[in-house]
């Protein structure tokens, strides 16, 4: 099989969502305008690490955009398109993949991007020295990585992996200097090199990270901006008024109740393409929540509507899966549960459940989070459980569900350019986000073979399967995918939210 890069951009946007939204809300005609700073606005700023290999962290994600570049890129569809890869032939029966790249590009520290590079970044992703957040993921797959010539680099599989691609598009894929790394060693993360647009200035943690254009940047012409700062606000309404004082260009994780206070003469809220998947999650394989019964007796009781009408002015939409119908999901909802508190009664009495014992809820601190944690606590105790809510700051929020410190409380993820960036990696029992220790051979072994086929619609119904044994055995509770809105000053050009909820700001440039 010898597949080229178009069939694969036009097989993988086959199940996209129907995404309207502009790149930007100003005529498209305008000629770019260079200079200028575009200023972020961040709530509760958590970035760790710059270097891709190490990072976990959302806000991570934004900056790394701008000091690297991947090896393929996303559009607004979810489609992938040519970055540092500009195209690709896929081999073997799935098993090959051989990247042409951009020739004449150089790192930020001189040295030349070319296939010696992809190699070692990759190898050095499966080194189980530098304990890479994508080891677990490209371990398996990865059998070589060959230099075929300077420019030509070819991925030899173990299997079919059609997610391969998805995963270049993001942190897998995001390229560094081999030199500067083994120059800084354990110290790159603060000393980041990449081949992209911008390069760190000054980083104060937890205060603001400011970013400069890159003079040589190997796209003529770009950046447009002198500068991008990512700067900490205390809260979204504070920095949503910054916005409109211009202070601030973009103020992210924004509700429909903070965009009614946006000024249209200065700001326009941009909703993202597809909202963010909000659940909440607990550890299936420890006490108390290894009881089936009693996690289906909660499930029960949660009244997602009232949660959407609370949270999202009933703009959301109710999740019975991972990812929205339409989108690796084409079969009808079969929900897993329905609010029922008579129900939920009656199954919180068969689980044998001490009444005097409470339930621990977590409440991180960010907006929505606290918000639903407040919610569901309320709803739970209705149905005569005891519940403590237990604050945990978002700063150390993750960190603590990963190491198993945190238990029941809310999650959201947002949407992958191919199912399986959430589905293996949250789902199957090797799985590197696999906080809950849910473990189900049936549902393994469905992911194994969604990710090890390329037919697309045999794909989406061994998702769909997934999903209905999910519902079923509850190791998150779905609750909705969020109406989630970005408030950007209306000088901003060429920029939208990306579905991923991820933003890239590398083309954006600002009027004056």
């Known amino acids: 099989m010898n597949i080229d890069r178009r069939h694969m951009m036009k097989a993988t946007s086959a199940f996209a969502l129907a995404l309207s939204t502009p790149w930007s809300a100003s005529a498209q005609q305008e000629t770019p305008r260079s200079g200028g700073t575009l200023t972020v606005g961040l709530v509760n700023d958590n970035t760790k690490t710059m270097d891709p290999r190490l990072s976990i962290q959302l806000d991570e994600r934004q900056v790394l955009f701008l000091l690297y570049d991947t090896l393929v890129a996303v559009d607004r569809n979810f489609s992938l398109q040519p970055d540092l890869a500009k195209s690709w032939k896929i081999e073997n029966d799935g098993k090959r993949y051989v990247f042409t790249l951009q020739e004449g590009v150089k790192f930020q520290d001189g040295t030349p991007f070319d296939a010696a590079a992809v190699k070692w970044n990759i190898e050095s992703r499966l080194d189980e020295k530098v304990l890479s957040s994508q080891r677990a993921q490209l371990l398996p797959v990865i059998a070589s990585i060959e230099i075929v010539s300077p420019s030509v680099v070819a991925f030899n599989l173990n299997y079919q992996y059609p997610s391969l691609l998805a995963d270049l598009a993001d942190r897998a894929g995001l390229m560094l200097s081999p030199t500067a790394a083994q120059k800084f060693g354990q110290d790159f993360g603060r000393n980041p090199v990449g081949t992209g647009a911008f390069v760190l200035k000054q980083w104060v943690q937890g205060?603001?990270?400011?970013?400069?254009?890159?003079?040589?940047?190997?796209?003529?012409?770009?950046?447009?901006?002198?500068?991008?700062?990512?700067?900490?606000?205390?809260?979204?309404?504070?920095?949503?008024?910054?916005?409109?004082?211009?202070?601030?260009?973009?103020?992210?994780?924004?509700?429909?109740?903070?965009?009614?206070?946006?000024?249209?003469r200065t700001t326009t809220a941009m909703k993202l393409p597809i909202g963010r998947w909000y659940s909440l999650q607990w550890q299936v394989d420890r006490a108390p929540f290894n009881n089936a019964k009693l996690r289906s007796a909660i499930a029960h009781a949660i009244d997602r509507n009232r949660i959407n009408q609370i949270l999202f002015d009933g703009q959301g939409t109710i999740a019975d899966g991972l990812t929205p119908q339409g989108l690796w999901y084409s079969s009808p909802f079969k929900p897993g549960f329905e609010y029922s508190p008579d129900k939920a009664r009656a199954l919180l009495k068969e689980s044998g459940w001490n009444m005097s014992d409470p339930i621990t809820l977590w409440a991180p601190s960010e907006a929505s989070y606290n918000r639903i944690s407040q919610l569901v606590g309320e709803q739970i105790q209705a149905i005569g459980l005891k519940v403590n809510l237990s604050p945990v700051a978002q700063s150390e929020y993750y960190a603590r569900v990963v190491q198993k410190s945190v238990n029941f409380t809310p999650s959201s993820w947002a949407s992958r350019a191919d199912p399986d960036g959430l589905y293996y990696f949250l789902l199957h029992s090797k799985g590197t986000g696999n906080t809950t220790g849910y473990s189900n051979p049936q549902v393994d072994r469905l992911l194994e073979q969604g990710r090890s086929i390329t037919d697309q619609t045999e794909r989406a119904k061994l998702y769909g399967q997934v999903q209905e044994i999910v519902m079923q055995e509850v190791p998150y509770i779905c609750l909705l995918f969020g109406a989630d809105y970005v408030a950007v000053s209306n000088k901003v050009r060429n920029w939208a939210p990306s579905p991923d909820s991820y933003p890239r700001f590398r083309r954006a440039w600002k009027a004056a």
């Open 207 to 264: 205060t603001n990270i400011t970013l400069a254009r890159n003079p040589d940047y190997w796209r003529k012409g770009e950046p447009y901006l002198d500068s991008v700062v990512f700067r900490t606000v205390p809260s979204a309404v504070l920095g949503l008024q910054r916005v409109g004082i211009g202070e601030i260009d973009v103020m992210a994780n924004l509700g429909p109740a903070e965009t009614k206070l946006i000024d249209p």
